[in-house]
């Protein structure tokens, strides 16, 4: 009986030893694992802040051009960066545009109901020109930019684009458009092409200023 007893002594003395070892190199990976996690975190919020602040730096860019081309149409603008309460909820980041288009007006979110089709246009091809400056290229094209747009803010658009295209160091401007407004003002530095398909005629006028015109390119479409 005492024989019998040591041996389940002995059996339950190398259980408990075999479950604390196994406790031990368990407390071991929960400690590792609980350092990952830490250091992931840590990356995490590095990576993060530094994403945040390469967005806000991007904005703050994007934001300066913005200003500078509304005030050349005596309009305000303005361009935020928008974080969502919780900062790892990246789907609810965002651009926030505002705008004012008279001096009395407080600057407004750019909103469907807020302005007039022409303001939104306007706002939206300033916002891409601002955008554009970001990067540096040889030229650019900017394909009916005019689309849709009413004859009045198609004419600070174009003032707008003419004051960028003519700057020194500046990106060359390829505007293509089937058509433009009369008696527009146009910087010496810009030049007009007229595209015209095979065997295309020019119509009359009546006006002996245009009809002169129209002649001379009458003669050079039929070279070809």
Not at 90 to 105: C, D, H, M, P, W
Not at 168 to 192: G, I, M, R
Request: charged share 30%; glycine share 6%.
């Amino acid at each position: 009986m005492g024989t019998l007893n040591l041996i389940l002594k002995l059996q339950i003395i190398k259980r408990y030893d075999e479950a604390k070892e196994s406790l031990s190199g368990l407390e071991e990976s929960f400690r590792k694992a609980n350092e990952n996690t830490r250091l992931r975190k840590e990356a995490m919020e590095q990576k993060k802040g530094n994403w945040r602040r390469g967005v806000q730096e991007l904005i703050s860019k994007i934001d300066d051009n913005f200003k500078r081309y509304m005030q050349l149409l005596r309009c305000r603008g303005h361009v935020s960066f928008m974080e969502p309460q919780d900062l790892d909820d990246f789907k609810n980041y965002g651009i926030t545009l505002s705008v004012a288009f008279r001096q009395s007006e407080e600057l407004q979110r750019l909103e469907r109901h807020l302005q007039s089709g022409g303001e939104k246009s306007v706002s939206t091809v300033l916002y891409m020109l601002a955008l554009q400056e970001l990067t540096e290229v040889p030229f650019r094209f900017v394909d009916e930019i005019n689309q849709g747009m009413d004859a009045f803010n198609e004419r600070k658009v174009f003032e707008v684009m003419s004051r960028i295209a003519c700057r020194e160091n500046c990106s060359q401007y390829f505007v293509l458009t089937p058509k433009l407004l009369p008696d527009l003002k146009l910087p010496a530095e810009l030049c007009v092409g007229i595209v015209f398909r095979e065997g295309a005629k020019c119509h009359q006028t009546g006006d002996p200023r245009e009809q002169q015109g129209i002649d001379v390119l009458d003669a050079f479409i039929q070279q070809y």
